[in-house]
């Protein structure tokens, strides 16, 4: 059975199950499938064959899951855009994906030249126009045609839109039910933290949706006020966490984020930064019967394609932590700067190749031919994506060192930002870090690490950076520790939950 199919299965087994909360608000399988097919078949009456992209604007609504289902049942790549992005960003995606129909749920009040945009009340009237209608089977996508188109920041300045494919959505549901233990016919309730414009969210959505399960939605004002946080999470049962570690780390910041508030919690399944060994062991020490599951890969993965179980011993004992084992149909392995597969254990470019791989950038095809390219494995041509991080496989486990391009030069000597974080990470009064290169005249002038922490041993916080320098002297170079250490409540965060280097570097300007 297609995904899609699956979830259409539940108009009638799970009719009555809650699908989606959001903001006190429910909506049931009964009521998400038939408003898809109402929305569907008003797509299919629009466009006929004509298969353009379709962008769905707006947050954590309910009618964003609607709109994105509909697309896919008419035929449609959804392209999902988060009201947080600005202007410039919604026009450049607009722009470049060329497409013709946007459904504005996030009530933008732009306009762009031959693009219907739909407002959120047109939303409504379409759907009690079309109500009970049904779309026709033969348009729905099919395996290789692109199921979603989401933008991630270029290098250029311009973003890239990656396009992930049904089957490539469908492989990653497949192992990721699995790595995550889910019971068959169990109903779960997931929380979803991340923008549905950001890859993590595909985690958590099409977990949700593809077992019947409830998916809990965390507005974007939640996430910057613990109190109101901690009070939605009292009363959502949640059963499985999909988050950056950075998010987790922020609730841990708090000593009320444990088992009695999250009573029900199995898994924290992270993604898309570098999970500390002291926040790993901080959640199991919190949450006794919950698992945490580190995976790793980019967008042009389709979210993730390695994982790791994290138990105690492994936290206590492996640092840093391993990324994991790559999922069956993809294959990860390391190259030299000329392009040579290295062996176990040295370090070098990851690249990973497989059904996982996105089919490449929409209209974009130099980007394209810059990353992606092909491999044939056991007489089979794969795709192959080259992810720009850097890492090594030990014992058939793969470790994840870093961008490639947070390596930098100062006084001459080759520095990884991501070295000294994690070192900074193992003192035992840091909570979390960045370190930012301050930058004066095109040149690095020194490091600045921004540090939260979880105890003030000292008061005096020039005492606190002299403390965390001579323990940071434990473990690396002189040349690597910071001149400065900045102590802070809380690290800027950016609306995908990671940690935002950008605006630490714009601060330290
Ligand atoms: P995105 O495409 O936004 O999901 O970002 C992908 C990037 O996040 C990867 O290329 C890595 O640099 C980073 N990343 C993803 N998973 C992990 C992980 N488990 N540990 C460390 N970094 C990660």
């Not at 990653?172 to 549905?196: E, H």
């Not at 974009?364 to 491999?375: A, G, I, L, Y």
């Not at 992810?387 to 961008?403: A, M, P, S």
Request: glycine share 6%; net charge negative.
């Amino acid at each position: 059975m297609s995904l899609i199919e699956k979830i259409n299965s539940y108009e009638i087994d799970k009719r009555e199950q809650i699908a989606h909360i959001y903001k006190n608000s429910s909506i049931t399988y009964g009521e998400l499938i038939e408003k898809s097919d109402a929305m569907a078949a008003y797509i299919i009456d629009q466009f006929g064959d004509d298969k353009t992209p379709i962008v769905v604007y707006g947050h954590k609504e309910h009618e964003m899951l609607i709109c994105f289902l509909a697309c896919v049942k008419a035929g449609h790549a959804y392209i999902p855009i988060d009201t947080s992005f600005p202007y410039e960003r919604v026009r450049d995606i607009v722009e470049s994906s060329q497409t013709k129909m946007i459904f504005n749920i996030g009530e933008f009040d732009y306009n762009f030249l031959g693009v219907n945009v739909k407002s959120y009340n047109e939303i409504k009237k379409i759907l009690s126009q079309y109500k009970l209608h049904k779309p026709d089977e033969k348009y729905a996508l099919e395996e290789e045609d692109t199921y979603y188109i989401i933008y991630t920041s270029g290098s250029t300045g311009k973003p890239k839109g990656v396009q992930i494919t049904l089957s490539c959505l469908e492989s990653f549901i497949n192992w990721a039910t699995k790595i995550s233990s889910l019971r068959d016919g169990a109903n779960y309730v997931f929380m979803n933290q991340a923008p549905f414009s950001f890859d993590l969210s595909v985690m958590d959505l099409y977990l949700s949706l593809s077992s019947g399960s409830t998916l809990f939605s965390i507005d974007k004002s939640m996430v910057l006020n613990l109190k109101l946080l901690f009070e939605s999470f009292s009363s959502s049962d949640i059963n499985i966490w999909v988050s950056t570690p950075s998010f987790a780390e922020m609730c841990l910041g708090d000593s009320s984020f444990n088992e009695e508030l999250l009573p029900k919690l199995e898994a924290f399944l992270f993604c898309g930064e570098t999970l500390a060994n002291s926040c790993a062991q901080r959640l199991l020490k919190r949450f006794s019967n919950s698992k945490v599951i580190n995976m790793y890969g980019p967008t042009e993965a389709t979210v993730a394609v390695t994982s790791i179980e994290i138990n105690e011993e492994i936290a206590n004992k492996i640092v840093p932590l391993p990324v994991g084992i790559v999922k069956k149909d993809c294959r990860v392995i390391i190259i030299d700067e000329n392009g040579n597969e290295l062996p176990e254990g040295e370090k070098g470019e990851i690249i990973i190749i497989g059904d996982s791989v996105s089919i490449g950038y929409y209209n974009n095809k130099e980007r394209t031919e810059k990353s992606f390219s092909k491999k044939v494995i056991n007489g089979v041509e794969k795709r192959c994506y080259r992810t720009g991080d850097e890492g090594y496989i030990k014992q058939g486990l793969l470790y994840y060192c870093g961008r490639i391009d947070f390596q930098i030069k100062l006084n001459g000597y080759r520095i990884e930002l991501e070295d000294i974080e994690n070192n900074l990470r193992n003192i035992e009064f840091i909570n979390n870090c960045v370190v930012v290169p301050v930058i004066k005249e095109n040149r690095i002038q020194h490091l600045t690490a921004v540090v939260t922490l979880n105890r003030s041993p000292w008061d005096k916080e020039f005492k606190m950076a002299m403390q965390i320098k001579n323990e940071l002297k434990k473990f690396i170079p002189d040349y690597m520790i910071p001149r400065k250490i900045n102590i802070v409540e809380s690290l800027p965060m950016t609306i995908n939950g990671k940690v935002n280097r950008k605006a630490l570097l714009e601060e330290m300007k």
